[in-house]
Every structure is written in structure tokens, then in C-alpha cells.
């Protein structure tokens, strides 16, 4: 009880080492003082680490607390506004959530034993392929739970990273595309599904480059769907209802 009062104080005092430091928030800060051009994204960016654990309440009280001119904090302010009216962020501040983790594994599947694809990729553990010519693993070859859950965060963490990839070259021709989380956590299970490369040329993804989230979300249900692989189709079921979520 003692250790979660100290807790509960910190949290109510705004302890530096809890929100500055704990948090990595101090060099989101640093930035958005120093930046001009880039002070609406790091803004976007430092208030969105703020909510996914705070009140409104609590982030106003944060934001008055800083020594920063009162500009600032009304930019710091409307972005609040923002984010909480809407639930769009960009999509350098959203993260796999717990349940687009749980419903990606769940969609896989754990498979203890490795097969081939018949295309010339091997797989194992939760849908990780690979070319079987260079492959450590060979038909047959058994993993673990645990190192297939290794080998999954790497895999999931590779396509998102590819995924900001596509956005920043978005951004850089001047299209700025904001995501909710569960349409951040459908992109994120459909690309690891389907890889980027079939990603990049989908319809999908090119509505989804106009802002036309409706027709994006639409063509989910039709997306990639092989004949070879019947439970895709219900997979796409579950994605298009977790983008619309």
C-alpha cells in the first residue's frame, strides 16, 4: 500500500523521473521548444504519449506546468482537443496495440513444425516465411513457443517499420494521412499477412492515400484473397470490422 501511495503521488505532482524521464517525453519536449517548422508534430507526437496514459485533466495541468511561452501551450492545447475529438494520429505516434498483437497471433496461428509453402518459402511459428533456399529452417524443423513469439515481435516490429516507410513518402509529397488505432492495427495485421510488396500496389492502400477511408475500408474485404489460403477471407472479415472499430 505504501509503494502504490508513492505511486498515486507521483502521478498527481507530475514527478519529473515519472513523466520527464520514465516516459522519454523530456526529448519530445526539447524538440517541440526548439522546433518551428516541425512544432505541430512534435506536439501530435508528445500529446499522444500523454493520453495513451493521463486525463484530459491531468495533460492541461501537465501542459500549464511547463516553462514554455503561452503559444505554445495553446498549440500543446488544441492538439489535445484534437486527438481526443477525433482519435486520428499520425502515424509516427500509434503503436501495435495489446489486442493487434493478440488478434495477429491468433490469425497465425502457432505452427510447431515447419512446412513448405509450395511458392518457395518455408514457414514456421506465427507465419514467419522465409526462401527455403536460405533458411535455417528445414521441413520438419520444430520451434518453441518462445522463440516463435521472439520471432514474431521482430517480424511485426520489420513491418512496421516498412509501413512508416510508406507514410513518410506520403509526407514528403505533401499527403498527410492520419490513422485511429484500429485502423493503425488492421494495416499493421494485413501488411504482415500479405507483405508490403502487395501492400504498396493494393487498392486498398492507394484509397487509403486520398483520405477516402470509407472505399479504403471497403476494399479490405477483397483484398489479397487466394484461393489457396480459404481462412483469408474470414480474415478479412475481422480486419475490416477492426479498421471501422
Known amino acids: 500500500m505504501e509503494n502504490y501511495l508513492l505511486f498515486e503521488k507521483k502521478l498527481d505532482t507530475f514527478d519529473n523521473y515519472l513523466i520527464v524521464e520514465g516516459l522519454n517525453i523530456r526529448e519530445l519536449i526539447d524538440k517541440f521548444k526548439s522546433s518551428n517548422s516541425n512544432k505541430r508534430k512534435y506536439a501530435n507526437i508528445l500529446i499522444a504519449s500523454l493520453i495513451s496514459i493521463y486525463s484530459v485533466a491531468k495533460i492541461n495541468q501537465f501542459i500549464d506546468s511547463q516553462n514554455i511561452p503561452q503559444s505554445d501551450k495553446e498549440i500543446l492545447k488544441s492538439e489535445l482537443v484534437a486527438q481526443k475529438d477525433t482519435g486520428y494520429k499520425d502515424i509516427d505516434s500509434i503503436k501495435l496495440s495489446q489486442s493487434g498483437w493478440d488478434f495477429i497471433k491468433n490469425e497465425e496461428k502457432f505452427i510447431e513444425r515447419a512446412y513448405s509453402l509450395g511458392d518457395g518459402m518455408i514457414t514456421i511459428g506465427y507465419g514467419h ?52 488505432q484500429g485502423q493503425y492495427d ?36 477483397t483484398t489479397y484473397i487466394e484461393d489457396k489460403f480459404p481462412g483469408i477471407e474470414n480474415r478479412r472479415l475481422k480486419e475490416y470490422k477492426l479498421f471501422k472499430s
Open 129 to 180: 516465411a522465409e526462401p527455403i533456399k536460405t533458411s535455417k529452417y528445414k521441413e520438419g524443423d520444430i520451434i518453441s513457443h518462445a522463440d516463435a513469439y521472439k520471432i514474431l515481435i521482430e517480424d511485426v516490429n520489420n513491418v512496421a517499420e516498412d509501413v512508416r516507410r510508406i507514410f513518410k513518402q506520403w509526407d514528403d509529397q505533401g499527403i498527410h494521412i492520419k490513422l485511429t
Open 186 to 221: 488492421a494495416l499493421i495485421s494485413m501488411t504482415y499477412n500479405m507483405g508490403i510488396g502487395n501492400m504498396r500496389t493494393s487498392d486498398f492502400i492507394q484509397k487509403l492515400k486520398v483520405g477516402d477511408y470509407k472505399s479504403a475500408a471497403d476494399s479490405i474485404k
